[in-house]
């Protein structure tokens, strides 16, 4: 197995890509100290039918299926070393999550493009195209490594793919916010589900 650390120069790059894009996404905040938009800008307006009930508000919603799709795929991470646990929910739920996490990847990153193409398009003047730039960019690299994982042999490939997902929490954290919020709060309570688990399954059976 291959040890070169060049493997990491397309991560690099699209870490680089992500960091000037949220860079520039803060320079062009009409935003102020007071946390009030600056001459009106920065306020949401319906565009094209966008609303409750216009079509803006599917894609927005997309926006927020993803992010849930990306925690799902994400914890697969606290159940990757427990395939072997005390705990035959953790073992079955780890099996189940290492079957599915390359469907919910792509999945992700689907259902993210057509949520990015559609804002990218019909409001092109909102600051959040940075940020959600920035995320796919970091997305984009994640899927690329998840596709090349096990076809090129080089050992640094699960570490760069793994903190590559690392990198987009924050990154998704100030584009969707709340409900990035929630989803990282949830991925974080699946872990401590995980170790409640195993401690029961490790304690041994009182006999009465």
């Not at 320079?27 to 307006?45: E, I, K, L, N, T």
């Not at 999945?107 to 559609?118: N, W």
């Not at 195209?129 to 699960?158: D, E, S």
């Not at 903190?163 to 974080?188: E, N, Q």
């Amino acid at each position: 197995m291959k040890t070169k650390k060049t493997i990491w120069i397309p991560a690099i790059l699209a870490a680089v890509a992500a960091v000037l894009l949220v860079a520039y996404y803060f320079y062009v905040s009409p935003f102020q100290g007071s946390g009030r938009p600056a001459d009106g800008a920065g306020v949401m307006r319906p565009l094209g039918g966008e609303g409750p009930e216009g079509g803006g508000e599917i894609f927005k919603t997309l926006g927020t299926i993803s992010v849930f799709l990306g925690a799902c795929s994400f914890s697969w991470f606290w159940f990757k070393r427990k395939l072997k646990s005390p705990s035959m929910l953790v073992r079955r739920t780890g099996k189940f999550l290492r079957s599915v996490h390359k469907l919910l990847g792509w999945a992700t990153l689907a259902v993210i493009a057509i949520h990015g193409i559609y804002f990218l398009f019909a409001k092109p003047e909102e600051n959040k195209i940075y940020t959600g730039l920035a995320g796919f960019a970091i997305l984009l690299a994640i899927a690329g490594y998840g596709f090349f994982i096990n076809k090129v042999r080089n050992k640094w490939m699960r570490t760069v793919h793994r903190s590559l997902g690392l990198l987009w929490v924050p990154i998704l954290l100030l584009h969707a916010g709340g409900s990035a919020i929630v989803a990282v709060i949830a991925s974080l309570a699946v872990w401590v589900l995980v170790r409640v688990l195993e401690r029961k399954g490790k304690e041994p059976l009182k006999t009465v």
